[in-house]
């Protein structure tokens, strides 16, 4: 089982600063198949990056996924308000099983 | 636009059983993938169960393994996860997700609100 790690736990960023979350696997995600989500409390979570590093539809362009190998990145710059949440790497390239990062809590200063 | 709609949690009694279902549009259902996602309280999103788009193949984490069955029914676009033996652990919100290939991929590019199951005596 590929394991992921995320860092830090927590990110109290204030609005307009960069965001840099971090993933790491415990062994080579061949392909770079990590995606990233953000789920904010009470909704749907929400699928945000594919494949490390393109967008999925409709996300904004502030949010940019990078890495590979084993680890990976989620930058969110110039943080807005709606980013409070919490967001989660995924690995899909070794399964079953799918394995999520305990993920990163962003809160807005 | 998709949508997916999750029914059937509530409080059962540990060794019990649960019937869960996700109501899905806004896609052809059968060509997809689907999975069902779980959150404890307080913490992050385990991977419970997948099921290809025909039905005919499905995937499970090792704790569901002979507990948990996932199931889809393509003429009413809804997918079902029938629990049993449902133990304290298994007290998460369950969450139903769509693949975002019509060949398995293995990520989920929508998700519902999710149901919560709650198992206690």
């Known amino acids: 089982e590929i394991v992921m790690t995320q860092s830090p736990a927590t990110l109290s960023v204030s609005p307009g600063e960069r965001a840099t979350l971090f993933c790491r696997a415990s062994?080579?995600?061949?392909?770079?198949?990590v995606a990233w989500y953000q789920h904010r409390p009470g909704q749907a979570p929400r699928l945000l990056i594919y494949a490390a590093s393109t967008r999925a539809t409709g996300i904004p362009a502030r949010f940019t996924g990078g890495g590979s190998g084993a680890e990976f990145t989620l930058t969110i710059s110039s943080l807005q308000s709606e980013d409070s949440a919490v967001y989660y790497c995924q690995q899909y390239n070794k399964w079953p099983p799918l394995t999520f990062g305990g993920g990163t809590k962003v809160e807005i200063k | 636009e998709v949508q997916l709609v999750e029914s059937g949690g509530g409080l059962v009694r540990p060794g019990g059983s649960l019937s869960l279902s996700c109501v899905a549009s806004?896609?052809?259902?059968?060509?997809?993938?689907m999975g069902w996602v779980r959150q404890s309280s307080g913490k992050g999103l385990e991977w419970v169960s997948t099921?290809?788009?025909?039905?005919?193949?499905?995937f499970y984490t090792d704790s569901a393994k002979g507990r948990f069955t996932i199931s889809r029914d393509n003429s009413r676009n809804t997918l079902f996860l029938q629990m049993n033996s449902l133990r304290a652990e298994d007290t998460a919100t369950y969450f139903c997700?769509?693949?975002?290939?019509?060949?398995?991929?293995?990520?989920?590019?929508?998700w519902g609100k999710g149901t919560v199951v709650t198992v206690s005596s």
């Open positions: 997700a769509k693949d975002e290939y019509h060949i398995l991929s293995g990520f989920f590019d929508s």
């Open positions: 062994e080579t995600v061949h392909n770079n198949l």
């Open positions: 099921i290809i788009g025909d039905g005919t193949a499905t």
């Open positions: 806004g896609f052809t259902f059968s060509n997809y993938p």
